[in-house]
């Protein structure tokens, strides 16, 4: 049981390392690029982008919001903290992994705010006429860590199999209520 806890603990602590470390190098790479790049015939556009706001720009003029998005940040973070030391007393790796990509990406766009007083975006979306804002690998795994979360919540993972006939050696489960849990 102990063994199982230390594992959680390391892989939290790898996957969040690696979140950071991945956001930081592809804001450095991005940030050296002369003007654009268009990937996936302008489907991806790599553009220098500096957000002194929230998502989407929200709070971007607003006396005073640099110091408001720090603490809501670091309250986010102290919160996720509290979610780790539960999540680590369980067997849901899933939920795990998950906190840690929302973790990562929070720590990722944390140090920019603290370093640069503003987030570094480069990525931008353009799907015919609509432009999505820009943003950064710290973004895409807190979304991808919250679809995670939510999916194991909703218990999506689950495989279903038809039911077995009685008394089959060979006959599949009929769901896997563990999905998501460690063995």
């Avoid at 849901?92 to 990406?105: E, H, M």
Wanted: aromatic share 4%; net charge positive.
């Amino acid at each position: 049981m102990r063994a199982a806890r230390l594992n959680r603990i390391l892989l939290m602590a790898v996957v969040t390392v690696a979140v950071i470390g991945l956001d930081q190098v592809t804001k450095l790479a991005a940030f050296e690029l002369d003007g654009s790049r268009s990937l996936l015939r302008g489907l991806i556009v790599l553009n220098r982008n500096e957000n002194t706001g929230a998502a989407f720009g929200i709070l971007r003029n607003v006396p005073g919001s640099a110091i408001i998005l720090t603490v809501t940040t670091l309250a986010t973070i102290v919160l996720l903290a509290v979610l780790f030391r539960k999540l680590i007393r369980t067997h849901l790796v899933t939920g795990c992994i998950a906190l840690s990509l929302i973790y990562g990406g929070a720590l990722g766009n944390l140090v920019d705010r603290v370093a640069l007083g503003k987030v570094r975006d480069f990525i931008e979306l353009h799907l015919g006429f609509v432009r999505w804002p820009a943003f950064n690998v710290a973004d895409v795994m807190i979304v991808a860590g919250i679809v995670l979360l939510l999916a194991g919540l909703l218990g999506i993972p689950r495989r279903h199999h038809a039911p077995a006939t009685a008394g089959s050696a060979s006959a599949p489960a009929e769901a896997a209520p563990n999905v998501g849990r460690e063995t």
